[in-house]
């Protein structure tokens, strides 16, 4: 074996002899500290403290190794070897660095190691340390373990240790509490342990109550508002008890064969109730949709949102309503729609193929999404606002329908003022190509167009028709009538009317242009728009029979801008009927003759009356602590059982009342329950207040009023 092999062989054994010494030395008070913990706290308290001891031992030895290094091997060698001449440092160098001189010398030494005797070099045993350590961690363990339960350090407890007897405990008191707090796992809400008896948790929260009590009782028990019990188990010097929160709550703790508690106080348990998802359309922008012209897709886009989660896929329901009238159909399909986004909101979005699904003219297309939220068991759905996609179907080819019906504000044919200025556009183009005649014969032909188009406005404002031009009458032709459709010139037929029949003189020679028909037709807002459109289409009219379609094409535009406001109108105006009534029977005029009459009188409805019994529990509640035996305590819960859905906290009466029989002394808590009561106390009914007429100025007012009214 080399001189280097045996020297690493020493140096581990050194470092291996310093890690089992400090490890003899440190255990007997990891031992000591172990027992403790698990004597005062269990074995939780005892696992962690073995645990940071036996690391805390660990780094100390590692440090204290790390020390052995081939320094401190040189320096004992050179110590415990004269052999060696000081020389050990030699062995350890690079060869190569090394003077022939001092490779004699690494030569020698390797020689003398190897025939010599074993190189030791661990260092000694710290005994002192450990000895003292054992015997101290022995005597501390016995003490320990031969100590008794632990009790809380107070004067009885210590008077009952060095033998002294004393009294009776008077009261229990509640040495530790403790409760766990675990909400239902689809909330994603960590468990909680809280030093407090009162908890806020979600629904379905599952409760676990620890308590410790001095002294122990036989039984207890959990005893809430509602009459319901839950018993608590003993495990040692421990109570458990564990229930699931339903509804909110108020519950004390009750001990039986024990002194009553040091402080009997309501413990509150607060209930949060899972609210149900929000869903919000945010593509479309409206509920009404009308379909674009060569729209072959609709986007559809909702927003959800919960307080706990949201399911990943919702359902998508699409129903489309093809038909009108008795004759309408429904189609109906679900699609699974997969949202986007964190668990507590998310959006759907979808794209509908209207092609795919049939969606024809004249037919609707609604949308609704629903969603369920992560709630186990029994998860919450919710369905948003609808929205509808239609189809509009071809006006021109409906009915127009009987007198009374709804009429549309502008037939189709309103849309002509447009191909009217496309016409004129595209005879100014070509201009230069057209004879003279030509191009003045087409502007004329479109300046007619418009005259047509101007004339079936004017049907609207109750304008006359305009006929042909005629020629002017003759001495050997009877003068023909114009070509007006109201036929102003008509003669005069045999039968004549008489003198002083107004309507019949107007029916035979004239007509009515402001014909209540006509006239109500429109709203007048939308009726002046129209006269400025056939002011517009006049213009253009003129220009365009002139042979200058340049000069028409401004007023055109403008005649189609008043058309495009008349077409977006949403009101139409229908002729009023009046009212008819029954002619009166002036036989029975100041007779008081009542027979036949429908309606002898109004039946008198009855007014709500206050309830008697909360406003007499309010007056019992007075401020006098004399006077608690006025208050009934029953009358009072069944009252607010009664009407417990009016109370916005219900618990807070409970707790209010349970101050107050507990203690009937006790003026604050009058006020508190007298302070809940106020809000429902019905509303006292107006009255007028008598004046109070005793004083100088109000006599002096009476006086002068009798004077007056005296004669």
């Given at each position: 074996?080399?001189?280097?092999?045996?020297?690493?062989?020493?140096?581990?054994?050194?470092?291996?002899?310093?890690?089992?010494?400090?490890?003899?030395?440190?255990?007997?008070?990891?031992?000591?500290?172990?027992?403790?913990?698990?004597?005062?706290?269990?074995?939780?308290?005892?696992?962690?403290?073995?645990?940071?001891?036996?690391?805390?031992?660990?780094?100390?030895?590692?440090?204290?190794?790390?020390?052995?290094?081939?320094?401190w091997l040189v320096r004992e060698l050179d110590a415990q070897r004269p052999e060696l001449e000081d020389s050990t440092d030699l062995l350890f160098a690079p060869p190569d660095k090394l003077t022939p001189l001092e490779r004699l010398q690494v030569t020698r030494l390797q020689s003398r190691l190897e025939a010599g005797r074993a190189i030791d070099v661990r260092p000694g045993w710290s005994k002192r340390a450990i000895v003292l350590g054992l015997a101290f961690a022995a005597l501390s363990i016995t003490a320990i373990l031969a100590w008794p339960a632990r009790q809380p350090v107070t004067f009885d407890n210590v008077l009952a240790n060095?033998?002294?007897?004393?009294?009776?405990?008077?009261?229990?008191?509640?040495?530790?509490?403790?409760?766990?707090?675990?909400?239902?796992?689809?909330?994603?809400?960590?468990?909680?342990?809280?030093?407090?008896?009162?908890?806020?948790?979600?629904?379905?929260?599952?409760?676990?109550?620890?308590?410790?009590?001095?002294?122990?009782?036989?039984?207890?028990?959990?005893?809430?508002?509602?009459?319901?019990?839950?018993?608590?188990?003993?495990?040692?010097?421990?109570?458990?008890?564990?229930?699931?929160?339903?509804?909110?709550?108020?519950?004390?703790?009750?001990?039986?064969?024990?002194?009553?508690?040091?402080?009997?106080?309501?413990?509150?348990?607060?209930?949060?109730?899972?609210?149900?998802?929000?869903?919000?359309?945010?593509?479309?922008?409206?509920?009404?949709?009308?379909?674009?012209?060569?729209?072959?897709?609709?986007?559809?886009?909702?927003?959800?949102?919960?307080?706990?989660?949201?399911?990943?896929?919702?359902?998508?329901?699409?129903?489309?309503?093809?038909?009108?009238?008795?004759?309408?159909?429904?189609?109906?399909?679900?699609?699974?729609?997969?949202?986007?986004?964190?668990?507590?909101?998310?959006?759907?979005?979808?794209?509908?193929?209207?092609?795919?699904?049939?969606?024809?003219?004249?037919?609707?297309?609604?949308?609704?999404?629903?969603?369920?939220?992560?709630?186990?068991?029994?998860?919450?759905?919710?369905?948003?606002?609808?929205?509808?996609?239609?189809?509009?179907?071809?006006?021109?080819?409906?009915?127009?329908?009987?007198?009374?019906?709804?009429?549309?504000?502008?037939?189709?044919?309103?849309?002509?003022?447009?191909?009217?200025?496309?016409?004129?556009?595209?005879?100014?183009?070509?201009?230069?190509?057209?004879?003279?005649?030509?191009?003045?014969?087409?502007?004329?032909?479109?300046?007619?167009?418009?005259?047509?188009?101007?004339?079936?406005?004017?049907?609207?404002?109750?304008?006359?028709?305009?006929?042909?031009?005629?020629?002017?009458?003759?001495?050997?032709?009877?003068?023909?009538?114009?070509?007006?459709?109201?036929?102003?010139?008509?003669?005069?037929?045999?039968?004549?009317?008489?003198?002083?029949?107004?309507?019949?003189?107007?029916?035979?020679?004239?007509?009515?242009h402001d014909q209540p028909e006509a006239a109500t037709l429109l709203d007048p807002e939308t009726r002046a728009t129209l006269k400025q459109a056939l002011d517009q289409m006049w213009q253009s009219e003129q220009h365009l029979r002139q042979g200058k379609p340049e000069d028409a094409l401004p007023y055109a535009y403008r005649a189609l801008g008043f058309i495009k406001q008349v077409q977006q109108a949403t009101r139409i105006y229908l002729a009023r009927v009046g009212t008819e009534l029954p002619p009166i029977d002036e036989s029975r005029r100041m007779s008081g003759d009542r027979a036949g009459l429908a309606r002898s009188g109004d039946?008198?409805?009855?007014?709500?009356?206050?309830?008697?019994?909360?406003?007499?529990?309010?007056?019992?509640?007075?401020?006098?602590?004399?006077?608690?035996?006025?208050?009934?305590?029953?009358?009072?819960?069944?009252?607010?059982?009664?009407?417990?859905?009016?109370?916005?906290?219900?618990?807070?009466?409970?707790?209010?009342?349970?101050?107050?029989?507990?203690?009937?002394?006790?003026?604050?808590?009058?006020?508190?329950?007298?302070?809940?009561?106020?809000?429902?106390?019905?509303?006292?009914?107006?009255?007028?207040?008598?004046?109070?007429?005793?004083?100088?100025?109000?006599?002096?007012?009476?006086?002068?009023?009798?004077?007056?009214?005296?004669?």
């Amino acid at each position: 074996m080399s001189a280097v092999t045996l020297l690493r062989d020493a140096l581990r054994r050194a470092r291996a002899r310093r890690g089992f010494d400090v490890a003899l030395a440190c255990l007997p008070w990891i031992a000591i500290a172990t027992v403790l913990a698990w004597r005062l706290e269990g074995w939780r308290a005892a696992s962690l403290v073995a645990l940071v001891s036996i690391a805390a031992m660990v780094t100390l030895a590692r440090h204290r190794i790390r020390r052995l290094d081939n320094t401190w091997l040189v320096r004992e060698l050179d110590a415990q070897r004269p052999e060696l001449e000081d020389s050990t440092d030699l062995l350890f160098a690079p060869p190569d660095k090394l003077t022939p001189l001092e490779r004699l010398q690494v030569t020698r030494l390797q020689s003398r190691l190897e025939a010599g005797r074993a190189i030791d070099v661990r260092p000694g045993w710290s005994k002192r340390a450990i000895v003292l350590g054992l015997a101290f961690a022995a005597l501390s363990i016995t003490a320990i373990l031969a100590w008794p339960a632990r009790q809380p350090v107070t004067f009885d407890n210590v008077l009952a240790n060095i033998g002294v007897a004393t009294t009776a405990p008077t009261h229990t008191r509640v040495v530790e509490q403790q409760l766990h707090v675990a909400p239902p796992s689809y909330t994603r809400l960590p468990a909680r342990d809280t030093a407090t008896l009162d908890a806020k948790a979600p629904q379905g929260t599952r409760l676990q109550w620890t308590l410790r009590f001095a002294p122990q009782p036989k039984a207890a028990e959990l005893v809430f508002h509602d009459g319901r019990r839950v018993a608590l188990a003993r495990d040692g010097d421990a109570w458990h008890a564990a229930d699931v929160l339903a509804r909110s709550a108020l519950y004390r703790i009750v001990l039986h064969d024990a002194p009553p508690l040091q402080a009997s106080t309501l413990h509150r348990l607060d209930a949060i109730a899972d609210r149900p998802p929000e869903l919000r359309v945010v593509d479309p922008d409206r509920g009404l949709t009308l379909m674009q012209s060569g729209q072959r897709s609709w986007a559809l886009a909702f927003e959800g949102s919960d307080d706990y989660g949201l399911s990943p896929n919702a359902r998508l329901r699409i129903t489309v309503a093809h038909g009108s009238g008795e004759a309408i159909e429904f189609r109906e399909q679900e699609v699974g729609v997969t949202g986007a986004g964190p668990a507590t909101s998310k959006r759907y979005v979808r794209r509908l193929d209207l092609g795919a699904l049939g969606l024809a003219e004249g037919d609707d297309l609604v949308v609704q999404l629903r969603v369920d939220d992560n709630r186990s068991p029994g998860p919450q759905s919710v369905r948003s606002a609808s929205v509808i996609l239609r189809w509009p179907p071809d006006l021109g080819a409906e009915a127009t329908g009987v007198e009374g019906m709804v009429k549309k504000v502008l037939p189709a044919y309103f849309r002509s003022q447009r191909q009217i200025i496309i016409d004129a556009e595209a005879l100014l183009k070509q201009k230069r190509t057209l004879a003279s005649e030509r191009y003045l014969k087409r502007s004329d032909e479109i300046g007619v167009d418009q005259r047509i188009l101007r004339m079936r406005y004017g049907q609207f404002l109750g304008e006359e028709a305009e006929g042909e031009p005629q020629a002017p009458p003759t001495n050997d032709q009877t003068a023909a009538p114009p070509a007006d459709d109201h036929d102003h010139a008509a003669a005069k037929p045999a039968d004549a009317p008489a003198f002083g029949q107004d309507t019949a003189v107007e029916q035979q020679f004239g007509h009515t242009h402001d014909q209540p028909e006509a006239a109500t037709l429109l709203d007048p807002e939308t009726r002046a728009t129209l006269k400025q459109a056939l002011d517009q289409m006049w213009q253009s009219e003129q220009h365009l029979r002139q042979g200058k379609p340049e000069d028409a094409l401004p007023y055109a535009y403008r005649a189609l801008g008043f058309i495009k406001q008349v077409q977006q109108a949403t009101r139409i105006y229908l002729a009023r009927v009046g009212t008819e009534l029954p002619p009166i029977d002036e036989s029975r005029r100041m007779s008081g003759d009542r027979a036949g009459l429908a309606r002898s009188g109004d039946a008198l409805a009855s007014a709500t009356v206050p309830d008697p019994e909360l406003a007499g529990l309010w007056r019992a509640l007075d401020e006098v602590p004399g006077a608690s035996s006025d208050v009934d305590y029953a009358s009072l819960e069944r009252w607010l059982r009664d009407h417990q859905s009016e109370l916005r906290d219900p618990l807070s009466f409970v707790a209010a009342i349970e101050a107050l029989r507990a203690d009937p002394h006790c003026v604050q808590c009058r006020r508190d329950l007298r302070a809940l009561l106020w809000p429902l106390l019905p509303r006292p009914a107006a009255n007028v207040q008598r004046r109070e007429g005793d004083d100088a100025t109000s006599r002096r007012y009476l006086d002068a009023l009798r004077e007056a009214r005296a004669p």
